[in-house]
């Protein structure tokens, strides 16, 4: 489904360019697990904010279903991360205005979906993560374990292709950690999505069909 | 799509209410005192312009063409002027008038004092006509031994009148040698036409003819149908002259009519004038909403990251903000411009100006705001659309 090759990415720090990837190839098939590891600032947000339409390489070759990315306009990146994309983030990253309802249903807006609809589909989101009885409840009155699965139904909501996740369990305790990696277990084997979890912790790593590991811009 | 940024916009105006509330208050301020402005410069300009055409735009002035040598010879005489209205039906009334200039005698001082031959129609032709005491002229007193006088109200402040102790209504006054009797005097007016009879000493027209021995009138004030076509008037008047005596021109003095353009020309600049003044509050209150909204930009990158990731396009963004500043400025414009009306009544109130909302600074208003929102939400809206959803997302 992707595919990377020789992916660089640097920033430039004044006139001198601070490489961060230095060129990277990688597979990653349909309903793959993959699990990057690595340790802090190896690169692998950057990685992350490449493959999930983010950021765009400096150099490199990224085919995503088959189609270089690189001829794609900013509009049609975004397009693209609306329907084939999901996130989760290690700081949830939900909007604080919003019920969980209306944070679930939020990327089907850019869709055009009637509102019937995008409530219809975040309701079915969150009974899947387990949380819908706390439909209307906002971000602030949740513990946060409970708050990743919403972030979680939102990456979901949009039936994308890929899940991506930074450090997902970083900010929670190891049981609620451990539920939340059961959830993404559940829904790559159930569903087929196919997982990307960017992880510290090797026991998340060895529940992952596949492991790659990061280290000063390279994968070893 | 359009609801749900409408909604939203309304939630982060709501959310952020401190600020809103300030943005609105200087938005209100910059509007209502421009709507105040121009609402009261043109309360004020037709307020004018009621004026004058109340003392008359219907009032004409006359007299012989002196710049024609063929007229030399010939003059307007009272029966020709006082037999106008007969001749031409659009013509209500003729106030015919003679001037000179003579002594006066009275409580024992003397000066010079313009004189004025007037008829009993005077008060027909001015609005602006009013007695302080006594009487005018009437048609009574043609055949009168007694030649009466009525004194202008400036005149009234003059030496010998201005002291005088006994009663000044009957008492005789001498001019040019000749005896008179004070029967009235005027209220000061403020009709253009006529003014000259607040530093004059009126005396009925044929008792002028008589003691000045001459049959000359010098003016013609003339009052029309109030609808009359004043060009087609003017020219009836003209024919009716040359036919009655031969060779005689009169000429209409046109200078109200151009008053009248001068001081529409000088509300229209008074009424620019205001809109620049105003303008320049609404600056000051636009800037406030501009800053209002770079704020917002600043305070809310994360949620605006956030919004990319889950794929928001630049332009939906950009919308975001855009009707967000829209509608706070649609509402400051809205409250403003109620402000600035109701500012403008109250000053039309307290002057017994007559009110009126003209539909053009409602426009202004709902215009001026829908600009200020598009123009000043615009650079923060770009701003917030360029930004890098990366670092957007990274910050706290
Ligand atoms: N926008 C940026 N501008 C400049 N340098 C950047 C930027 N983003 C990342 N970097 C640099 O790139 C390197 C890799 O960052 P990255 O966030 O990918 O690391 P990471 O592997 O995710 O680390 P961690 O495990 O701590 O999250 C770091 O040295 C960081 O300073
Ligand atoms: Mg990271």
């Known amino acids: ?220 | 799509m359009f609801s749900i940024y409408f909604t939203e916009a309304f939630r982060n105006l709501y959310t952020a209410k401190q600020r809103t509330l300030l943005a609105l208050l200087g938005i209100i301020i910059g509007i209502g005192a421009m709507i105040g402005q121009v609402s009261i410069s043109m309360i004020k300009g037709a307020e004018t312009l009621r004026e004058f055409s109340q003392m008359g735009t219907d009032v004409m002035v006359f007299r012989k063409d002196y710049s024609d040598d063929e007229n030399d010879n010939t003059q307007i005489s009272l029966i020709e002027a006082l037999e106008l209205p007969r001749y031409v039906p659009s013509v209500i009334a003729v106030a015919p008038m003679m001037d000179s200039q003579g002594e006066y005698h009275f409580a024992g001082e003397t000066n010079w004092v313009d004189i004025l031959g007037v008829n009993t129609s005077l008060p027909a032709v001015s609005k602006g006509f009013q007695l302080e005491e006594g009487r005018f002229f009437s048609d009574l007193d043609r055949d009168d031994n007694l030649s009466y006088v009525v004194i202008g109200c400036e005149t009234r402040e003059w030496p010998g009148f201005k002291d005088f102790q006994g009663k000044l209504l009957g008492a005789e006054i001498k001019l040019n040698g000749y005896i008179y009797v004070i029967i009235g005097v005027l209220k000061c007016t403020e009709d253009n036409f006529i003014d000259e009879i607040n530093w004059s000493i009126l005396l009925p027209i044929s008792t002028m003819q008589r003691q000045f021995q001459s049959t000359k009138v010098n003016r013609l004030v003339v009052r029309r149908v109030a609808n009359s076509n004043h060009l087609l008037v003017s020219a009836q008047i003209k024919q009716y002259f040359a036919k009655r005596v031969k060779g005689l021109k009169v000429k209409r003095l046109e200078w109200i009519d151009n008053w009248i353009k001068r001081e529409k020309k000088e509300v229209r600049r008074m009424t620019l004038l205001s809109v620049a003044i105003g303008g320049l509050s609404l600056l000051a209150g636009s800037i406030g909403i501009m800053n209002v909204m770079l704020t917002a930009v600043i305070e809310r990158r994360r949620e605006i990251g956030i919004l990319r990731a889950i794929g928001a396009r630049q332009r939906d963004i950009r919308w975001q903000f855009l009707l967000e500043a829209i509608i706070l400025s649609l509402i400051g414009g809205l409250l403003g411009s109620g402000l600035g009306i109701a500012s403008s009544y109250l000053i039309a109130w307290w002057n017994e100006w007559q009110f009126f909302v003209s539909y053009q600074v409602l426009l202004l208003g709902v215009g001026v705001s829908w600009g200020v929102g598009i123009f000043f939400g615009f650079y923060p809206a770009y701003k917030a659309a360029k930004l890098d959803p990366i670092v957007a997302l990274r910050t706290e």
């Open chain 1, 1 to 220: 489904m992707i595919k990377l090759r020789n992916i660089a990415k640097s920033y430039s720090f004044g006139q001198t360019p601070l490489p961060v990837l230095r060129g990277i190839d990688l597979d990653i098939q349909a309903g793959d697990l993959l699990a990057v590891m690595g340790a802090s600032g190896s690169g692998k947000s950057t990685l992350m904010n490449i493959l999930g339409l983010l950021d765009r390489p400096t150099s490199g070759q990224y085919l995503l279903e088959g189609k270089e990315i690189r001829h794609y306009s900013d509009d049609e990146l975004s397009i693209l991360r609306n329907q084939k994309i999901g996130f989760v983030f290690q700081s949830f990253h939900l909007l604080p205005r919003l019920t969980a309802l209306a944070n679930v249903g939020y990327p089907l807006i850019y869709r055009n979906l009637p509102r019937k609809d995008i409530e219809k589909r975040a309701q079915a989101m969150l009974e899947k993560v387990g949380l819908a009885d706390r439909a209307k409840h906002r971000p602030n009155e949740l513990s946060g374990g409970q708050q990743q699965r919403v972030a979680i139904a939102r990456a979901l909501v949009g039936k994308p292709s890929l899940l991506l996740a930074d450090e997902p369990t970083g900010a929670l305790d190891s049981r609620v950690g451990k539920e939340i990696l059961d959830l993404f277990v559940t829904l790559n084997q159930t569903e087929g999505i196919t997982i990307v979890i960017i992880t510290h912790d090797p026991n998340i790593a060895n529940r992952c069909k596949r492991c790659v590991v990061m280290e000063d811009g390279l994968l070893k």
